[in-house]
């Protein structure tokens, strides 16, 4: 049975059940921001399911498109190496919003599974698991649908906490909740893995097909459980899995919908399918990169934008690693529409557009990818260690365009890690050099002698301007035309241009994508950016925007800057200055002085008093007066800014009162919450804290929140338990180093007996030259030791392989030092095998990249030894 067929079939079964069959929403949510694509079949009913919104139906049924390549959800590392892993994926669900509960939704699931009018799969190879305390459940299982006593499995707290089970779904910390109820399909024995709850559970032989989540409970704050006045029921069967199944495949990529795809894939690098896991990855990122861009995300550097030119550099990437040097993942836009086009049509009638936007990205990219792979090639040839420098890294980013990840994919296959600290280092140089060069560089020298530019960006985001002047290049011109550069000075703006440590605006004017705003001299603002479409000419009547989510986002860093500047003061003293700051939409940096590192506890006052301001809700307001009359009223002037006879004086009720030109919220309150993320120092008595605000901070403590979630789950604990449960596996860890230490220390005892019988008299000295392999660090050093002893006089080298990596040793005994140099001895092993070293005239150690070269350069010893005497 095909994957159309059981799309198909699903949907027809649950119309039979008068559900109404609801289209495919977006992947991208129309209704949780917090989202950055629709990842289960759930997601576009969320809000009726909260009682939010309403439907003109109880009951429905979809195939609801899913992707997983970002955020909290996020497959895109595992795609390719695993069986079930994928970007984009379907799921068949049936919903029921207060109308039926279980004892339909069980029989159901059960009926459609099994019968011969619908899937047919055998009953005596599927398993069933329910919440422990659902004696409902249970019930219906054994005595309504007939599944045996012992086929049934009731799954208690094991995810370390009340309501913390495999079997107990809940849409947050508060919320609608309730018991869940799952169906497993038998692999066979021949397939490791044991049933739910067992201790094997995580094999491949037991696979959840099918999940019915019964929303029965409010959860409340204080942990109470409150029976919903409605309750509802969730369904999620993934269709790529059940494909597999009913096509007796263990493997989602062997299923129809895929196979097309691998074969074209195959075909076009010469291979056979499924020769390699790149074929996989492609077929993968082709159906992920359509339906994404159907919905209307396009690539970018940004958000969703970035996330799908990711994935699709990912594809052609692997298609390089097939031999695929040519542009050819447009190319699978034709099968993929073949193998998908019955139940999503547009694949086949947008083919056109699919394939001529994918050919874009894939010539843009292409033109890079070569030359970005050699370098990188070049670099892990010369690694003396496993571990890619993070300026590699940087370069790879910020001259080819490969996404961090993207090098990430690359070292995971050659066992590499990346230094991702160096990265950042590279990066937060960057940024400074970019805001250096977004300062118009020519500006100085661009002939405009107008009016300054009237700012009304304090009043609103939105206002109607005449173009004054146009610049391309550094000189003025009388227009602009679609796709060219330049910069555009009105008469007036909304657009704040930087100043104060606030980035500029972004927004559109017009047709033209303003992308920084920068004073060019004086107050004339510079809007610094491309025309997208038409032209535009000095003397044009424009309408000038300013981008709202990035304004807003930004005053909040602002307003939460001065009440950090405040904070510093009150907790570390007033000898804190500013010392530099950068407020952008993501976060906000400050700099200031300060002799030593903030402590944890300093850290936490300091956040709990600027909380303590935003939680007070008071009014911002500004006033302008004179400059001294401000310094005296008290007001605080800040680091690098230049005053004229006027300021703009910004008050935060008792807290803050400084002089200040940027844009803030209109009460503290709107700053929503403050959560300082990293301090360090950049100079010496100079500190540095970043901090985030709003939304970015929320997400934030989601995103700590989920990893002290995982580790939990990961060590089997609660979270109450952690720091034990940690500290008792590093204890464990460390007795199994030092009883692992022992062993080695007794193997490399019996080692070195067998190798001093190897031992060869060159003239009168005695000589071993041997190879090792496992054998590394201090075990070297203490193998080369216990030979020196035994032979008492002689020389010892010692080359030990590791992958691709060459590991050296000499050791002279101390009678000979004055013949023979352990540290020339090594240099003349290293240069054979690619590397080099040096070291005492006793003891010298080396490196070296070519392994194949290594037993000739342990021959090589004899003779060399033999030369020196």
């Given amino acids: 049975m095909n994957s159309n067929d059981v799309r198909a079939r699903f949907l027809a079964f649950f119309e039979s059940k008068q559900h109404t069959l609801v289209p495919s929403a977006p992947l991208v949510p129309g209704n949780d921001p917090t989202l950055l694509f629709t990842n289960a079949g759930m997601v576009p009913f969320k809000d009726v399911f909260t009682g939010q919104d309403t439907r003109p139906y109880t009951r429905a049924a979809s195939s609801q498109k899913c992707v997983r390549a970002g955020g909290k959800h996020n497959d895109l590392e595992n795609v390719g190496y695993t069986a079930r892993h994928h970007t984009f994926f379907e799921m068949l669900g049936n919903f029921s919003f207060g109308d039926y509960f279980k004892a339909d939704a069980i029989p159901w699931a059960w009926e459609f599974i099994t019968s011969r009018d619908w899937l047919g799969i055998d009953p005596s190879r599927l398993l069933v698991t329910v919440y422990h ?11 309504t649908v007939g599944v045996p006593a012992e086929r049934i499995v009731r799954i208690g707290d094991n995810k370390g906490a009340p309501y913390a089970s495999d079997n107990f779904w809940t849409m947050g910390e508060t919320g609608p909740c309730g018991p869940c109820t799952e169906i497993f399909y038998d692999h066979g024995d021949h397939i490791p893995g ?32 409150t029976p919903l006045p409605a309750p509802s029921v969730d369904t999620g069967m993934g269709l790529e899995r059940i494909s597999a199944l009913l096509q007796g495949t263990h493997d989602n990529y062997r299923i129809d919908s895929f196979r097309l795809l691998i074969e074209a894939i195959a075909a076009r690098a010469g291979q056979a399918p499924y020769a390699s896991a790149s074929q996989k990855v492609i077929a993968d990122h082709i159906r992920a990169t359509s339906f994404l861009l159907l919905d209307g995300v396009l690539p970018g550097n940004e958000g969703r934008g970035y996330v799908l030119r990711r ?18 993942f447009h190319a699978l836009v034709a099968p993929l529409g073949e193998a998908m086009g019955a139940g999503y049509p547009e694949l086949v009638e947008k083919r056109a557009w699919l394939e001529q936007t994918i050919r874009a990205e894939e010539d843009a990219f292409a033109t890079t990818l070569d030359k970005g792979m050699k370098l990188l090639d070049e670099a892990i040839a010369g690694l003396a260690s496993g571990v890619i420098p993070g300026a590699v890294v940087f370069k790879l980013y910020d001259t080819y365009g490969f996404p961090v990840d993207l090098t990430a994919d690359i070292a995971r296959e050659r066992a590499l890690t990346l230094d991702l600290d160096g990265y950042e280092r590279e990066m937060a140089a960057q940024r400074e050099r970019a805001r250096a060069a977004s300062s118009f560089k020519a500006g100085a020298s661009l002939r405009y002698e107008g009016d300054a530019t009237c700012f009304v960006g304090y009043e609103s985001l939105r206002a109607d301007a005449t173009v004054v002047a146009l610049f391309r290049d550094g000189e003025p011109v009388p227009s602009l035309q679609a796709g060219e550069q330049g910069i555009v000075v009105l008469d007036r703006t909304p657009f704040y241009a930087e100043s104060g440590g606030q980035v500029g605006d972004a927004g559109r004017i017009g047709t033209f994508v303003v992308d920084d705003t920068q004073k060019i001299k004086g107050s004339v603002f510079g809007h610094s950016g491309r025309l997208a479409e038409g032209g535009l000419a000095v003397g044009d009547a424009v309408t000038a925007e300013v981008t709202d989510s990035l304004r807003r986002a930004t005053m909040r860093n602002h307003s939460a800057t001065h009440l950090l500047h405040r904070a510093l003061r009150d907790v570390l003293g007033e000898h804190v200055a500013q010392k530099g700051s950068l407020v952008d939409a993501q976060r906000t940096r400050f700099d200031f002085s300060h002799p030593s590192a903030v402590t944890v506890e300093e850290i936490i006052e300091i956040e709990n008093r600027v909380n303590r301001a935003v939680l007070a809700n008071v009014e911002v307001g500004a006033r302008v ?18 005053y004229g006879d006027e300021v703009r004086v910004l008050q935060m009720g008792d807290f803050s009162t400084e002089l200040c030109g940027g844009t803030h919220v209109g009460r503290t309150g709107d700053i929503g919450l403050f959560k300082i993320v990293s301090e360090s120092g950049v100079a010496s008595g100079i500190r540095r804290v970043e901090a985030i605000t709003g ?31 940690i500290e008792a596996q590093l204890e464990r860890a460390k007795a199994l180093e030092k009883e692992l230490a022992a062993l080695k220390g007794k193997l490399a005892g019996a080692a070195s007996g067998d190798l001093v019988s190897q031992a060869r008299m060159v003239g009168d000295v005695r000589v071993i030259a041997a190879r090792v392999d496992g054998v590394a660090g201090n075990d070297l050093r203490d193998l080369q030791d216990q030979l020196k002893n035994k032979l008492g006089s002689g020389v010892v080298v010692l080359g030990a392989a590791d992958g691709d990596k060459v590991s050296l040793i000499a050791g002279v005994t101390q009678d000979l030092t004055r013949r023979i140099k352990a540290g020339d001895l090594i240099k003349h092993v290293a240069t054979q095998v690619g590397g080099k070293g040096g070291g005492r005239p006793d003891m010298a150690q080396a490196g070296g990249t070519d392994v194949a070269a290594l037993p000739a350069a342990l021959e090589s010893v004899y003779a060399y030894v033999e030369g020196t005497l």
């Avoid at 659902?134 to 005595?143: I, M, Q, S, T, V």
């Avoid at 037991?206 to 109470?224: K, L, P, S, T, Y």
């Avoid at 990912?314 to 040519?326: C, P, V």
Wanted: proline share 4%.
């Fill in 133 to 143: 305390t659902d004696d409902e459940a249970y019930g219906l299982w054994k005595d």
């Fill in 194 to 225: 044991g049933p739910p709850g067992s201790p094997d559970e995580d094999g491949d032989r037991w696979i959840e097909i099918w999940n019915v989540v019964f929303m029965q409970f409010e959860r409340h704050a204080d942990g109470r459980m």
């Fill in 311 to 328: 994935i699709m550099r990912r594809a052609i990437r692997h298609g390089y690693k097939l031999g695929l040097n040519e542009p050819f």
């Fill in 625 to 642: 007066m004179g400059y001294d009359d401000a310094i005296a009223s008290g007001a605080m002037a800040l680091f690098g800014e230049k």
């Fill in 695 to 725: 939304e970015n901070a929320l997400a934030h403590l989601r995103g700590l929140d989920d990893t002290l979630r995982a580790a939990a789950d990961r060590l089997r604990s609660g979270r109450e338990d952690l720091i034990e449960k």
